[in-house]
């Protein structure tokens, strides 16, 4: 994707599938324990989770309805001020990744981010069925949008996912290098890899960016701990 159509979405998460021995036993005891005990589920009583169900309806019916909260004066200047900051932020990072030679691209805080904190802030207040969005609306937005979108752009993960046209055309040109030395089938050092590639002219990072989307697209696969790389089509 391309940063102008990230920039679209209100917020973005990051989803890692981290190796953890621990997490993986605590998530296959939990699929188990619900595959085990799904004979029980008509011990429950269906009355109570239909009434449930309905009132969750009507209250968003009404929610919808009935409920139309705008910004306070106080919540728009401090939501002003706090875009001012991200923007200063976001611009600052730029400068910093430019200066360190890195090319992972920043997403642009824009208009629409602003627009995105608005509808953040006023769908607070709509589930409390306020009719006035708060400061305290605000800040409970900005920290969602801090903890998403800024926090996935930080954490340097948002270069894989963003690029720009000329980002996008030498990995192309990258994943067609690694195709001409990897046949069907073959396996391949990546740190052997990585160095040839880099030896005629390209950047590691690009490389890496590139392997990752081989390996997204079903292409290549790794093996033994991330050493090798196996070229599956």
């Excluded at 109570?48 to 139309?68: A, D, G, P, Q, V």
């Excluded at 900051?85 to 990072?93: F, G």
């Excluded at 801090?146 to 030498?170: H, I, K, N, P, Y």
């Amino acid at each position: 994707l391309q940063s102008t159509i990230l920039s679209r979405f209100d917020l973005i998460f990051i989803v890692k599938d981290e190796r953890s021995a621990a997490k993986d036993q605590m998530i296959a005891r939990h699929v188990l324990e619900v595959h085990r005990s799904a004979g029980a589920a008509g011990e429950v009583d269906e009355a109570e989770e239909r009434r449930e169900e309905e009132f969750l309806k009507r209250y968003i019916e009404y929610c919808r309805t009935n409920c139309s909260p705008r910004l306070s004066e106080s919540a728009s200047r401090l939501l002003a001020s706090e875009y001012v900051d991200l923007r200063t932020e976001a611009k600052r990072a730029a400068s910093a990744a430019s200066e360190d030679g890195s090319d992972i691209p920043a997403i642009p805080i824009t208009v629409r981010q602003l627009e995105a904190m608005v509808r953040l802030s006023e769908s607070l207040a709509k589930m409390s069925l306020q009719t006035v969005a708060t400061e305290a609306h605000v800040r409970q937005a900005l920290e969602l949008f801090r903890t998403s979108t800024m926090d996935a752009v930080r954490s340097g993960l948002m270069d894989v996912a963003v690029f720009t046209d000329e980002q996008r055309a030498e990995i192309h040109r990258v994943e067609e290098q690694i195709r001409r030395r990897i046949a069907i089938g073959a396996f391949v050092s990546e740190r052997k890899l990585i160095d040839e590639l880099v030896r005629v002219g390209f950047g590691e990072s690009l490389v890496r960016k590139a392997m990752l989307f081989l390996q997204a697209n079903g292409d290549f696969e790794y093996r033994r701990e991330r050493r090798l790389v196996h070229r599956l089509k």
